[in-house]
């Protein structure tokens, strides 16, 4: 059964999930039949929901069959001498975005966005509520790079016992900004961002894109809703325009990227009052592998600055990498 265990030399805590091996991948191995494409609706765990209907779905949200974490397991927190560890309890679904086996995000409809998200924030928000839940995360794997088993369009939705080492310190970094300015650090970022316009992406009325000032990946870029909200999941955020901002987004990163592989997450506050924080998805393109520096040294090296990055999206330029100035 899969286990939790606290890294006593750093911050962070460490899954362990056996139930992961057994996962299909079709980047490695050809021939495999994908258990989200439709006529292989029993392939999966029993869905928890299907859009617009059963019978004809276009999005299903299933259990995940291969979970990193389970509701079976209790979450305890025993101590054995130096180590600390717990009981691998979590939530951990699928949620498959299109009977279609070969789209991808730039191609989907903004309807189709849309509602993917409105599924995501319902889900995450019933993950909130059990009692031992304390943080809810939606994030995408897409293209061998960035971790992808299999390339038909999904996401995931993972419902944590723990805040992540990651959302903790976005915490810790906004409350302190917050403490001595009263302001929000992201609703500052995003406000300078807008005003320079040298890093920014795309903007409608309601969120904005830009790659961001410290980029760690080539081709980082977060998409901010305009107005302050610390929860993704609040039922005031519109989903609509998230998926216009989202869509052309992909669509810029497809043009001028080959060979597209990325993660993309979707920061939101954990369970509780965290009026400081300001929910945002952040986009991660996989372009180059960490090596040994970054592993040792906890630094990123990124050779394209984001003012280059962002200008190369905004112009639909193709990127090469041998030829560009950076």
Not at 103 to 108: D, G, P, Q, V
Request: glycine share 6%.
């Amino acid at each position: 059964m899969p286990e939790i265990r606290k890294d006593a030399f750093g911050n962070g805590w460490v899954i362990f999930s056996d139930k992961r091996m057994g996962r299909p991948n079709d980047y490695e191995k050809k021939g495999i039949k994908c258990p989200f494409c439709r006529g292989r609706e029993e392939e999966t765990p029993p869905e928890i929901l299907s859009w617009p209907s059963k019978k004809n779905w276009q999005i299903r949200l299933v259990p995940n069959r291969y979970p990193a974490l389970t509701s079976i397991e209790n979450f305890i927190k025993p101590s054995n001498g130096l180590y600390e560890y717990a009981g691998g309890y979590g939530l951990h679904d699928v949620l498959i975005e299109t009977p279609e086996h070969n789209s991808s995000m730039e191609k989907f409809s903004t309807e189709r966005i849309g509602k993917i998200f409105e599924i995501c924030a319902q889900r995450c928000a019933g993950m909130k509520k059990e009692k031992n839940i304390k943080y809810a995360m939606v994030f995408k794997n897409v293209g061998r790079n960035a971790g992808a088993s299999l390339r038909h369009p999904h996401s995931q939705i993972i419902g944590l016992p723990l805040v992540p080492v990651t959302a903790e310190n976005e915490l810790q970094k906004s409350a302190a900004f917050y403490k001595k300015n009263r302001k929000c650090l992201f609703c500052e970022t995003l406000k300078n961002e807008m005003k320079l316009k040298e890093r920014l992406v795309y903007e409608n009325s309601s969120y904005a894109a830009f790659c961001p000032f410290a980029s760690r990946f080539f081709f980082e870029v977060w998409i901010m809703p305009k107005k302050h909200q610390p929860e993704f999941e609040a039922g005031n955020n519109d989903f609509y325009s998230l998926a216009a901002a989202v869509k052309n987004v992909f669509s810029k990163l497809k043009k001028s990227v080959k060979d597209l592989s990325y993660n993309m997450i979707i920061h939101s506050s954990p369970k509780g009052d965290y009026r400081h924080y300001h929910w945002h998805i952040e986009i991660l393109p996989k372009l180059a592998n960490m090596a040994g520096f970054e592993w040792g040294s906890g630094f990123h090296i990124n050779s394209l600055k984001p003012e280059t990055a962002a200008d190369i999206l905004r112009k639909g330029k193709i990127f090469n990498p041998d030829r560009e100035e950076r």
